[in-house]
């Protein structure tokens, strides 16, 4: 499965599984079907009054994509149902912007063409992006790829009781301390420069946002207790 390493506003690369051009497919067939259905319904019921017809049909058809998407975090009932998700190749969530340029260039890649070139250049790029996706610098990114894992699988804490040294961790969030996990084992894994110096900045931020000093304590084994103590503190 291709994936996309995205740089978060932590300088912290993440791996996404990129949504595979089936399950886009899917998602699209979803969506055509939920549309249809609402579509076939407002014609059944206002049938004897077109005008009132084509006023709830049209917008609903035409906008469809672009509200749930800006209102949804980049998913449409159908891409919610498929678990996959339009996401920024910046490590950010899309801006209106973003998702207006998908919007607008979805005349071009499906509308207009027939889904054809659409799926010309999901088959063809290397971040599997139709134009609208160039355009926007957006990916879509399979969901069920990590997306669930939640701190408690993280580690195996053996010693529940014991004191926190740190009791403002708590000030992190889950999405803070799933990066901090990511760091920890990419540096675990790879070890090179880059992935060193990601992992001692990280460490060291979060020192100064906690008044902590690494005196004699390595930057690794900071960061891990850091994730303990967060977890102890929040579950």
Not at 75 to 97: D, E, W, Y
Not at 213 to 222: C, Q, V, Y
Request: hydrophobic letters at 45%; charged letters at 20%; aromatic letters at 6%.
């Amino acid at each position: 499965m291709k994936k996309i390493g995205i740089n978060t506003s932590h300088n912290i690369v993440i791996d996404f599984a990129l949504a595979s051009t089936g399950s886009r497919i899917g998602a699209a067939m979803i969506d055509t079907m939920i549309l249809g259905a609402y579509a076939g319904i407002v014609a059944t019921v206002f049938h004897s009054i077109p005008t009132v017809m084509l006023l709830l049909i049209l917008p609903v058809s035409i906008f469809y994509h672009l509200l749930f998407e800006v209102l949804n975090e980049g998913q449409s009932p159908g891409k919610q149902i498929a678990s996959i998700r339009v996401t920024s190749i910046k490590g950010t969530s899309p801006s209106l912007k973003a998702y207006l340029m998908r919007w607008v260039f979805r005349l071009l890649d499906i509308t207009g063409s027939l889904s054809i070139v659409g799926l010309f250049f999901i088959s063809s790029t290397r971040y599997k992006q139709r134009v609208g996706d160039i355009i926007a610098q957006t990916a879509v990114v399979d969901t069920k790829q990590g997306a669930v894992v939640g701190l408690d699988s993280l580690l195996k804490l053996s010693d529940i009781d014991r004191e926190i040294e740190y009791p403002n961790v708590i000030r992190y969030t889950d999405k803070d301390m799933l990066l901090v996990k990511d760091t920890i084992n990419r540096a675990r894994k790879t070890r090179n420069l880059e992935t060193r110096k990601v992992l001692v900045e990280l460490a060291n931020k979060i020192a100064n946002d906690l008044g902590a000093k690494l005196e004699g304590k390595s930057h690794g084994k900071f960061l891990v207790q850091i994730l303990e103590e967060y977890i102890i503190l929040t579950r």
